[in-house]
C-alpha cells in the first residue's frame, strides 16, 4: 500500500491582510512528518521507480510525500525539513513559472485575495467584467460555497464558473498589475535554478504542466503543449529524464480520457491526481489517489 500526501504552501506564519493563502508552518510539518512516520515507512524517489509494484503490492503501508507549484518556500522551508528527518519528495514544476518568469494566474489570485477587502475585489471584478449576478447566481453561489461569508461565495463563484479562461486571464492581469511587480513576485514565489537543480540530482522534479489549466476543458492541441512542452522544458532544465505529472486541481473533471492518453504519450510513468485514498496493487500507475496534507493525521480536517 501507499500512501500519498501533497502540499502547497509551507511558511513560517500565514498572517496577512486578508486570509487567503493556507498551508502548514515549518513545525506543523515536521510534526505530521513524525506522525505519518508511525504508520508507514518513507520512501525515496528511486525506491518509488524501482520498486514501485512491491510496494503497492505489499500490505504494509509506505508513505510518499508530493509538492506542486514549485515555491520557493517548498525549497527554503519543506526541503530543510526533509534533509533533517532524511526524506524525499516529488516537486512538481509548471514551466511558465521558469521559463517566462510569469506568476501562475491562481497565485495572481491568491495574492490579490490576501491584499484587497473581498468586497472591493468583488466590485472590481464585477466592474471589469460589467456583470450582475442574477437572483440564480447569487443562490448558486451560496450553494457551492456554502462554507464561506456571502462576499467569498460570490467572489469565489464568478472568479470559478461565470468568466471564460481568457477573459479571467487579462482582468486578473491588469489587477495584478495594478498592485504588484509580476518579476519581483516571480522571484520570492518560486525556485531558482540552482534550487531545481539540487532537487533534481534526487530525481525529485516532476511535471505539473506549462501553464496550470485545467486540462479538462482544453482542445487536442493546446492539452499537447500544456503537458509535453513542459516536460520537455523540464528535462532541458535539469538534464535528467521526467517520468511524472501531477495534474493541476487533479479531480476526475481534470483528467479526461485525452488527457490520460497525452500523458502516456508523452512518457509519463507516474501521474497523481487529488482524489483521495490509499493506492494498492490494482491502480492505474497514471492515476495515483493522493490526499492533502489536511486530510492526514496532524491535518486539519483529519477525523480519525
Ligand atoms: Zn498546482
Redesign the pocket.
Known sequence: MLTIVNY?YIRKSFESKYPSIFGMTNSQFKEQLLLLKNEGDFITINEFNNNYKDLLNSRNNFNLITF??GLKEQFTNAYSVLQELNLEAYF?LNALNFKEKKVSL?HKIHLLKSILEPKLFLKQLKLELNYNFSKLDKKRSRKVYRFDTIVNAELKYLLNFLFPNDSKAIIIDKLFDNHFNEIEVNNSLYMNESEILELSKKNMIGN?TYN?KHLGVLGKKELVIEITESKKYLEKLTYSPINTISY??GTEEVITEDVLKTAKDSHHKFGFTTEKGINGSLDNLLILKRFDCNDVIGGKKYEG
Open positions: 502547497h506542486d507549484d512538481f491562481v505539473h496550470h493541476p486541481y
